[in-house]
């Protein structure tokens, strides 16, 4: 390859990866919710904004060559570094990263990665397959050197390693995982199977295991691979690069190799979506025994609770079962045991009601309730006109909230049952009000949820008819019920604060929902285009 | 009974794809609409299903010298992928719709019945329809949208995809459907429209035209038709 083809090729995959990435940006801002009104139709056409998507495109670019390389060391080098005090910093750090690249060699090869880019270039533009490969190859080399020398500099002097061993680590990672990837050609050569780093064999993962075990399991029982051994294969690695680099280069068959993976990557992905329809509708129980005696959309309702026994049913009371050896066994021992009662801070410990919102938000199954309401049954029934006529939704709707309330407040209850007992040994009779507020808070938030989720998706109805979600809105607000309810976790209030706000919320949500939905739902609850 | 469109417009980011049609279809007859890809076909299916918001227009039923609103009984509309709810045996789903609709369905018959008529077998009758094949969803499809006899019948592209021995079946069921109602439907298969239609629909330019039928000279009729279509896209 000469030098300007080496260039070209460079220039063109830059400006495809580039084009793509515009696009995807530009897609973004039109499905933020109120901001997306702001765009035009023909977003893609306009040139302000394709120059602003394109400065922030080069930007990423830039600045995630140090970002994920950040982040590798502050969380897989670093932060569980840290975990192990007795031993020498230094060593750890260094036998950390000597597994750690041993594994990146193995399973972040770059060149056996199959990528959409790749996918576009080769399969698609008919670029030529060696010299996009190649070019690729060691664009990616150079970008992770660029970023693990600086964070090696960084870290490794934090950590006392000395200089020339950081200057030297990136080289070892590109050394290493060339002769590697020169192995795996080899390997092609003989058997003529391509070599795929996300559809890893039984035996490689088990590799993969093997060598996690060590870089970190090691560390725990209090051994570390020799410093200047690690120093010694790093130091290695880099001849080794020198000579897998020749069949790098000279190997001819990067079209087959790419071919054959990029297939798998596509296989893959369509699986994915075939698998996820799919795990929805195993969830309909096969039991021929099902019927119902009601009628209409009771029948319609009664028969879809039965038929989803295992997300629904058997699930909360698998739960509620739980729940209750749980609440069983703390009754118990703070009734026997009188030190408990002694010791225990009262006032402390129910301030931390608010823990609650969390657990009830995890345990809740409205989701996965609307999910298989629309995968299995409405996805349907809304093509039919009979089912959308407004009465007939807000029948439906009112049963089901009737019914997903009734599923979760089984475990609810068993839950705020045994908590208020708990409280109640604790405080003793003078408590007896605030040890039923805290009944009514736990049931409060499994209704608010139930109703939450019931009422998003009717309102919202973020499906399309492949069932991808589709609405931005529906997707922000589950992000923030999550973050809400993961803050609350270290929220501490007066038990007397927090119960009141729970049923006073619940009630005033519950009320407005409801309004929302029977004002709105027969017109939002559609089928996305 | 007529089914008159009045001034439908409908119009996506600024596009307009239906501008301001005007039609008249008649009771007893078939209509086939044919258009090149993105004509606006099934907008216009789903204006009339109310399942779009339209801009502007007005679709009416006359009736015996009287004119009103269609409402949501009046049309069954049979999409091309047939879509049934899974978690319920054909049995029930037939219950259930009939239990929800049982005021307005005429002379309401037994499940073996219907389910003779569209010629479902009596072991797949009491199977769950995720386990029904293709063509057995599209017949359940279908006999839901014509119990309830809507007035008019909306199918798009109803046959495509249909072995065809299924087709053959689907085909003869339409005929036999056809009076007392109209029925529309949407297909990308001239000579299917023109076997089965007793009136070709172009939309084209946003538009509505119909195409006389010259029966004398099929050849003909079919580059009348062909040439109408081609027009839009030298244009």
């Given at each position: 390859?000469?030098?300007?083809?080496?260039?070209?090729?460079?220039?063109?995959?830059?400006?495809?990866?580039?084009?793509?990435?515009?696009?995807?940006?530009?897609?973004?801002?039109?499905?933020?919710?109120?901001?997306?009104?702001?765009?035009?139709?023909?977003?893609?056409?306009?040139?302000?904004?394709?120059?602003?998507?394109?400065?922030?495109?080069?930007?990423?670019?830039?600045?995630?060559?140090?970002?994920?390389?950040?982040?590798?060391?502050?969380?897989?080098?670093?932060?569980?570094?840290?975990?192990?005090?007795?031993?020498?910093?230094?060593?750890?750090?260094?036998?950390?990263?000597?597994?750690?690249?041993?594994?990146?060699?193995?399973?972040?090869?770059?060149?056996?990665?199959?990528?959409?880019?790749?996918?576009?270039?080769?399969?698609?533009?008919?670029?030529?397959?060696?010299?996009?490969?190649?070019?690729?190859?060691?664009?990616?080399?150079?970008?992770?050197?660029?970023?693990?020398?600086?964070?090696?500099?960084?870290?490794?002097?934090?950590?006392?390693?000395?200089?020339?061993?950081?200057?030297?680590?990136?080289?070892?990672?590109?050394?290493?995982?060339?002769?590697?990837?020169?192995?795996?050609?080899?390997?092609?050569?003989?058997?003529?199977?391509?070599?795929?780093?996300?559809?890893?064999?039984?035996?490689?993962?088990?590799?993969?295991?093997?060598?996690?075990?060590?870089?970190?399991?090691?560390?725990?029982?209090?051994?570390?691979?020799?410093?200047?051994?690690?120093?010694?294969?790093?130091?290695?690695?880099?001849?080794?690069?020198?000579?897998?680099?020749?069949?790098?280069?000279?190997?001819?068959?990067?079209?087959?190799?790419?071919?054959?993976?990029?297939?798998?990557?596509?296989?893959?992905?369509?699986?994915?979506?075939?698998?996820?329809?799919?795990?929805?509708?195993?969830?309909?129980?096969?039991?021929?025994?099902?019927?119902?005696?009601?009628?209409?959309?009771?029948?319609?309702?009664?028969?879809?609770?039965?038929?989803?026994?295992?997300?629904?049913?058997?699930?909360?009371?698998?739960?509620?079962?739980?729940?209750?050896?749980?609440?069983?066994?703390?009754?118990?021992?703070?009734?026997?045991?009188?030190?408990?009662?002694?010791?225990?801070?009262?006032?402390?410990?129910?301030?931390?009601?608010?823990?609650?919102?969390?657990?009830?938000?995890?345990?809740?199954?409205?989701?996965?309730?609307?999910?298989?309401?629309?995968?299995?049954?409405?996805?349907?029934?809304?093509?039919?006109?009979?089912?959308?006529?407004?009465?007939?939704?807000?029948?439906?709707?009112?049963?089901?909230?009737?019914?997903?309330?009734?599923?979760?407040?089984?475990?609810?209850?068993?839950?705020?049952?045994?908590?208020?007992?708990?409280?109640?040994?604790?405080?003793?009779?003078?408590?007896?009000?605030?040890?039923?507020?805290?009944?009514?808070?736990?049931?409060?938030?499994?209704?608010?949820?139930?109703?939450?989720?019931?009422?998003?998706?009717?309102?919202?109805?973020?499906?399309?008819?492949?069932?991808?979600?589709?609405?931005?809105?529906?997707?922000?607000?589950?992000?923030?019920?999550?973050?809400?309810?993961?803050?609350?976790?270290?929220?501490?209030?007066?038990?007397?604060?927090?119960?009141?706000?729970?049923?006073?919320?619940?009630?005033?949500?519950?009320?407005?929902?409801?309004?929302?939905?029977?004002?709105?739902?027969?017109?939002?609850?559609?089928?996305?285009? | 009974?007529?089914?008159?469109?009045?001034?439908?417009?409908?119009?996506?980011?600024?596009?307009?794809?239906?501008?301001?049609?005007?039609?008249?279809?008649?009771?007893?007859?078939?209509?086939?609409?044919?258009?090149?890809?993105?004509?606006?076909?099934?907008?216009?299916?789903?204006?009339?299903?109310?399942?779009?918001?339209?801009?502007?227009?007005?679709?009416?039923?006359?009736?015996?010298?009287?004119?009103?609103?269609?409402?949501?009984?009046?049309?069954?509309?049979?999409?091309?992928?047939?879509?049934?709810?899974?978690?319920?045996?054909?049995?029930?789903?037939?219950?259930?719709?009939?239990?929800?609709?049982?005021?307005?369905?005429?002379?309401?018959?037994?499940?073996?019945?219907?389910?003779?008529?569209?010629?479902?077998?009596?072991?797949?009758?009491?199977?769950?329809?995720?386990?029904?094949?293709?063509?057995?969803?599209?017949?359940?499809?279908?006999?839901?949208?014509?119990?309830?006899?809507?007035?008019?019948?909306?199918?798009?592209?109803?046959?495509?995809?249909?072995?065809?021995?299924?087709?053959?079946?689907?085909?003869?069921?339409?005929?036999?459907?056809?009076?007392?109602?109209?029925?529309?439907?949407?297909?990308?298969?001239?000579?299917?429209?023109?076997?089965?239609?007793?009136?070709?629909?172009?939309?084209s330019h946003g538009e509505l035209e119909s195409v006389e039928k010259n029966y004398a000279d099929d050849k003909a009729f079919r580059e009348t038709i062909i040439e109408a279509l081609t027009e839009e896209n030298n244009e």
């Amino acid at each position: 390859m000469s030098n300007a083809e080496i260039r070209k090729t460079l220039v063109t995959s830059f400006a495809l990866k580039n084009t793509y990435r515009v696009n995807t940006i530009l897609y973004s801002l039109k499905q933020i919710p109120l901001i997306k009104r702001l765009f035009p139709a023909k977003i893609y056409g306009v040139p302000e904004l394709k120059i602003f998507a394109n400065i922030l495109s080069v930007m990423w670019e830039i600045s995630s060559v140090f970002l994920w390389k950040l982040l590798y060391f502050v969380t897989l080098v670093c932060g569980v570094g840290a975990v192990y005090t007795q031993l020498p910093s230094e060593g750890v750090f260094l036998h950390v990263i000597l597994f750690l690249t041993v594994i990146g060699f193995i399973i972040n090869t770059h060149l056996f990665n199959p990528t959409m880019d790749k996918y576009y270039a080769i399969v698609l533009l008919r670029m030529d397959a060696k010299q996009y490969t190649l070019t690729d190859y060691f664009y990616r080399l150079a970008r992770d050197a660029v970023g693990f020398v600086t964070m090696t500099v960084i870290f490794g002097s934090i950590n006392k390693v000395p200089l020339w061993i950081c200057f030297i680590i990136p080289f070892s990672v590109a050394g290493g995982k060339i002769f590697c990837s020169a192995i795996t050609l080899l390997d092609y050569e003989k058997r003529g199977k391509a070599y795929n780093e996300n559809k890893l064999s039984k035996f490689v993962w088990i590799a993969v295991l093997i060598l996690l075990a060590i870089t970190y399991g090691l560390p725990a029982l209090g051994y570390l691979i020799p410093k200047i051994a690690a120093m010694a294969l790093l130091v290695a690695f880099i001849p080794l690069g020198l000579l897998g680099l020749k069949r790098v280069v000279t190997f001819h068959n990067y079209k087959e190799v790419n071919r054959e993976i990029l297939s798998q990557m596509l296989l893959q992905l369509d699986n994915a979506k075939e698998i996820s329809k799919k795990s929805v509708e195993k969830i309909i129980s096969k039991d021929t025994k099902i019927s119902s005696s009601k009628k209409g959309f009771e029948y319609l309702n009664d028969l879809f609770i039965k038929r989803h026994r295992k997300i629904l049913w058997k699930s909360t009371k698998f739960q509620a079962l739980v729940l209750l050896i749980l609440a069983v066994a703390a009754v118990i021992s703070v009734s026997v045991i009188p030190e408990l009662r002694a010791d225990a801070d009262y006032d402390k410990i129910i301030s931390n009601m608010p823990y609650f919102v969390f657990i009830m938000y995890a345990i809740n199954r409205g989701t996965g309730f609307t999910k298989a309401l629309f995968m299995n049954c409405d996805h349907s029934l809304l093509t039919y006109s009979f089912f959308k006529k407004p009465d007939h939704i807000l029948r439906l709707f009112a049963i089901r909230l009737r019914e997903i309330i009734k599923v979760n407040l089984l475990p609810a209850a068993v839950l705020g049952g045994g908590l208020s007992a708990v409280f109640f040994l604790i405080g003793g009779t003078g408590k007896i009000f605030e040890c039923a507020l805290v009944f009514l808070s736990v049931v409060s938030l499994s209704v608010f949820f139930s109703v939450h989720y019931l009422t998003l998706y009717y309102l919202l109805q973020p499906y399309n008819p492949s069932t991808e979600i589709k609405s931005g809105t529906y997707s922000i607000i589950q992000f923030v019920t999550y973050l809400i309810s993961f803050v609350m976790i270290y929220v501490k209030l007066p038990i007397l604060v927090f119960g009141i706000l729970c049923v006073a919320f619940c009630l005033i949500y519950c009320a407005v929902a409801c309004a929302l939905v029977y004002r709105f739902a027969p017109k939002t609850f559609r089928i996305r285009g | 009974m007529r089914f008159t469109v009045r001034n439908l417009t409908k119009s996506y980011d600024g596009k307009e794809v239906l501008k301001g049609i005007n039609f008249t279809f008649e009771e007893g007859r078939i209509y086939g609409l044919l258009g090149r890809n993105g004509a606006g076909k099934t907008t216009f299916f789903n204006c009339i299903n109310r399942d779009i918001k339209v801009d502007s227009g007005q679709f009416l039923i006359e009736d015996n010298g009287q004119s009103r609103e269609i409402i949501s009984t009046d049309v069954g509309y049979v999409l091309s992928t047939p879509t049934v709810p899974e978690f319920l045996t054909g049995r029930e789903f037939l219950k259930f719709f009939i239990d929800i609709n049982e005021k307005s369905i005429t002379d309401i018959k037994t499940p073996d019945e219907y389910f003779d008529f569209v010629s479902i077998g009596e072991d797949d009758r009491d199977k769950l329809l995720k386990d029904y094949s293709h063509g057995m969803k599209n017949k359940m499809q279908m006999l839901i949208n014509i119990i309830a006899k809507p007035n008019i019948l909306l199918l798009d592209e109803p046959l495509t995809s249909l072995d065809v021995v299924v087709a053959e079946e689907m085909k003869q069921l339409l005929r036999s459907l056809k009076s007392g109602r109209i029925t529309i439907f949407s297909t990308h298969i001239l000579d299917l429209a023109i076997d089965l239609c007793d009136e070709i629909v172009l939309l084209s330019h946003g538009e509505l035209e119909s195409v006389e039928k010259n029966y004398a000279d099929d050849k003909a009729f079919r580059e009348t038709i062909i040439e109408a279509l081609t027009e839009e896209n030298n244009e």
